[in-house]
């Protein structure tokens, strides 16, 4: 009997998503009955989504396979799934409250925009050299991070600044401990 791992969660203060390496999905609500679902692909990532009224009241999860799906919390149900051939997905943004709008980065560098609303629901944004790390909007700027390297785009793909975060570390030079110390063998 193998044992089911959790490889992805979300705590809130509504309660906890639990994705497990089998694709199974729970929702323990801290009031009420946990429920459960099964994925077709191992999730990667999870973005808990707030209603008009408030509380959490829909999940979005991206897979291995390069799938979003969005659940409604807390029954788990599928409103939306939105298929990207374009790797594993590695980062999910939300584009527009009260709507099914999200940036979605990929495996392999690519930034998508998926949409319930739109006649084009997977549309391609621009790529990035690198995995994507994470995704953040201000505004009109799409803030792309791969590992040290952080990107700003315009909507349009256009650069507007990529710096390398590392470069302002300084590097010490640290003895190790071996080099430290000489203790002779005893004799």
Not at 7 to 16: F, P, Q, Y
Not at 27 to 35: A, C, D, E, L, S
Not at 72 to 100: C, D, H, N, Q
Request: hydrophobic share 40%.
């Amino acid at each position: 009997m193998q044992q089911r791992t959790i490889v992805r969660s979300l705590t809130t203060s509504d309660g906890a998503l639990l994705a497990m390496n089998d694709g199974t999905v729970t929702w323990k609500p801290v009031k009420g009955r946990p429920t459960r679902t099964v994925l077709s692909g191992l999730p990667t990532v999870l973005l808990a989504v707030r209603g008009p009224m408030g509380p959490i009241d829909s999940a979005v999860i991206g897979t291995a396979d390069g799938e979003v799906v969005v659940f409604t919390l807390p029954r788990l149900e599928i409103v939306a799934r939105f298929t990207l051939k374009s790797g594993s997905i590695r980062a999910i943004t939300l584009v527009e409250e009260g709507a099914i709008h999200f940036l979605v980065g990929t495996q392999h560098g690519a930034v998508w925009s998926v949409c319930e609303h739109r006649s084009e629901r997977v549309e391609l944004v621009f790529s990035i050299d690198g995995p994507v790390s994470s995704l953040h909007i201000e505004g009109e700027l799409v803030h792309v991070r791969s590992g040290w390297i952080h990107h700003v785009r315009g909507w349009d793909g256009s650069t507007h600044h990529v710096r390398n975060t590392a470069e302002t570390y300084k590097i010490r030079k640290q003895r190790r401990l071996r080099d430290t110390y000489f203790l002779p063998y005893p004799a």
